[in-house]
């Protein structure tokens, strides 16, 4: 029998079966192992959901005929608490087509119909270890590129800038202005140190192009520009961010 060996992201995940019947759950176990993989066995649904809720799961393998919670509802529940943070694949007999479809619509990321080679469900488990790792990173490069205080958030990479879930629109010079403030949250920061970051230091022209800027930049993110509850002035000096909770640079 052709061993496949897990190297790199795939090595030691931690996976659960659940089968409730013994050679078939041992005839998995000893295949998953052999190829890296670190598991977990439960027969029941509700053993199932105990070991889940004690480990740190990667991918769950679901059969479906199960005494007591079946693995449907198993599946249903795993999405509903871990939403897409664990994969699921789906244990179903040969010529049950509507088996696939629901394990598929209650979240199922993959299904393996029995009786399969050991070679086809560790391929299987690898695929999907490195589908789960790579949106793994692509949400930790994403976090990585946020910056936020207050009601306020900028995503850095896609020059995007967002009040609570809003998304409002800036140009490119008001973008920089509040990303600036937002870096120095509840701190003044200069109308020279804001026109010398912002513009450059060798501008030439209407040293007004900050005020007029942050008038425009209150437009859009003020419930009232002409009393600003985010976007203060302090007098003689320059403009401050009011975050008003913990800030976060991410």
Do not use: H
Not at 38 to 65: H, Q, R
Not at 107 to 131: C, H, I, M, N, W
Not at 198 to 204: D, F, L
Request: net charge negative; glycine share 6%.
């Amino acid at each position: 029998m052709d061993i496949i060996y897990v190297t790199g992201d795939d090595a030691m995940s931690k996976l659960l079966i659940l089968e409730d019947e013994d050679s078939i759950r041992s005839f998995i176990r000893v295949n998953l192992k052999r190829s890296g993989f670190d598991v977990v066995e439960a027969c029941t649904g509700e053993e199932a959901l105990e070991k889940i809720n004690e480990s740190n799961i990667s991918i769950a393998i679901l059969d479906i005929m199960l005494p007591g919670i079946d693995g449907f509802e198993i599946c249903k529940i795993l999405r509903e608490q871990y939403a897409n943070n664990i994969g699921i694949i789906m244990l179903t007999a040969r010529g049950q087509d509507e088996d696939k479809v629901n394990g598929l619509v209650l979240g199922a990321d993959d299904y393996v119909v029995k009786p399969f080679s050991p070679q086809e469900l560790v391929a299987r488990v690898q695929a999907l270890t490195r589908r789960l790792n790579a949106s793994s990173n692509v949400n930790t490069e994403k976090k990585n590129n946020i910056l936020s205080t207050g009601s306020f958030s900028i995503d850095l990479k896609e020059k995007r800038f967002f009040k609570e879930d809003e998304e409002i629109d800036l140009t490119p010079k008001e973008f920089n202005i509040i990303k600036l403030l937002m870096e120095s949250p509840d701190n003044v920061v200069s109308r020279d140190e804001i026109l010398n970051r912002v513009w450059g230091q060798n501008y030439i022209g209407d040293l007004k192009v900050v005020d007029v800027n942050i008038r425009r930049i209150r437009k859009k993110i003020e419930e009232d520009p002409a009393s600003p509850k985010y976007l203060k002035t302090v007098w003689g000096v320059g403009y401050r961010l009011a975050r008003g909770d913990k800030f976060e640079k991410y």
